[in-house]
């Protein structure tokens, strides 16, 4: 079974970084791209950013473009959202999810596996 586990969300303030990653036990995530999505209560997920396999290409929501990060490492087995310049609207808790094809998606419906999430709160 695939289970994308994420860690590294928290508390934190208006301009704050942090960095969130997201592990796979074995090498499921080989031959996928990857994707970060949030939720925020009460709204519906949003993708965040999304990587191709093996990491060449990257998308943003225009929302967070120049200001957060995707990368991976394939040898860890770990994708990383590294995020900058953190905004109160970034609160949410952050998915990652395992996407069915190698190229980068948008869509939800396009990924297969997810993680059970982490929560990023930041106040003003």
């Known amino acids: 079974q695939v289970q994308p586990v994420e860690s590294g969300g928290g508390l934190v303030e208006a301009g704050d970084s942090l960095r969130l990653s997201c592990a796979a036990s074995?090498?499921?995530?080989?031959?996928?791209?990857m994707g970060w999505f949030r939720r925020a209560p009460g709204r519906d997920h949003e993708f965040v950013a999304g990587?191709?396999?093996?990491?060449?290409?990257?998308d943003y929501a225009d929302s967070v473009k120049g200001r957060f990060t995707i990368s991976r490492d394939n040898v860890k087995n770990t994708v990383y959202l590294q995020m900058s310049g953190l905004k109160p609207e970034d609160t949410a808790t952050y998915y990652c999810a395992r996407a069915r094809f190698t190229t980068t998606q948008r869509s939800k419906t396009e990924y297969d596996y997810w993680g059970q999430g982490t929560r990023v709160t930041v106040s003003s």
């Open positions: 074995d090498t499921s995530f080989n031959y996928h791209a």
């Open positions: 990587i191709s396999w093996p990491g060449r290409k990257a």
